[in-house]
Every structure is written in C-alpha cells, then in structure tokens.
C-alpha cells in the first residue's frame, strides 16, 4: 500500500452561525467567527489517496490527474468565494473546516474510487495552527 498527497491552496470567506440561534448565543459559541460581516482564511488543502502501484505506469494516480480533479470538484467552487453563500456542497451546512472537509470528502471519493485508487484523507489547514484531517 502506498500514499501519494496532492496540495491546493484555496482562500474563502466563512461565518459560523446557526440560524437557529440568536446573536449573542452564536457571538458566545463561536467567538469572532461568528462575526455578522464574515472572515475569512487561506487555506490549505491535502488530498490522500491509497492503493497499489500500477505496475505499466509506476504510479498509484497521475498527479496531474488529481490536482486537475480537485481543481475543478472543490478549488475552482470554492476559491475565493463565500463558504456559506456561493458554495453548492455547503449549502445547508454550518461552515466550520470540519464540515468542510467531510463536505470535499464527498465530492472527491467516487472519482477517486473509479481511477482504482482510494479516498484517504482530506487535511485542511485553517491557519497554521489549526487543521482538521478527515478519514471517512
């Protein structure tokens, strides 16, 4: 079994807030990020795939192939956009980086899967000290 992990950078713009819950109790929860004028971040993305080596080609994947994949399935629909607002995968979902990520899980596992190789882990990277890696 082998891993092969392929980075983007993506900036997007976010505010946690639940409709559900007033002003003052989203401000208490979530802090600055629930600022009514958003905020956002440059994120780092990681995308892992597993499997076996092909043996004609030497690969697990063509890395071009998977940064052309998620390029078009997650950072051309999400760079430089509004994760609550302008997203198709986030709607409805409270955009925190954990949703985030089980959200591009869910865009990149069945290409994945039909190229032979598996989903791993998608790693986001809020900031430098914040990340959230997503198994499946």
Request: with cysteine; charged share 25%; glycine share 6%.
């Amino acid at each position: 079994m082998i891993y092969i992990t392929r980075k983007a950078s993506f900036n997007a713009a976010h505010k946690l807030s639940r409709p559900d819950w007033t002003e003052d109790k989203n401000t208490e929860v979530y802090g600055k990020c629930a600022n009514p004028n958003w905020h956002g971040h440059n994120y780092q993305l990681y995308v892992t795939v597993k499997g076996e080596i092909n043996p004609e080609t030497g690969f697990l994947v063509d890395l071009k192939w998977l940064k052309d994949i998620t390029n078009i399935h997650v950072v051309d629909k999400i760079d430089h956009r509004n994760l609550n607002l302008d997203v198709d995968f986030m709607k409805g979902k409270l955009a925190s980086t954990e949703n985030l990520a089980i959200a591009i899980w869910e865009e990149l596992y069945t290409l994945i899967a039909e190229s032979g190789a598996q989903l791993h882990c998608i790693k986001i990277y809020e900031t430098e000290n914040n990340f959230v890696e997503y198994f499946g």
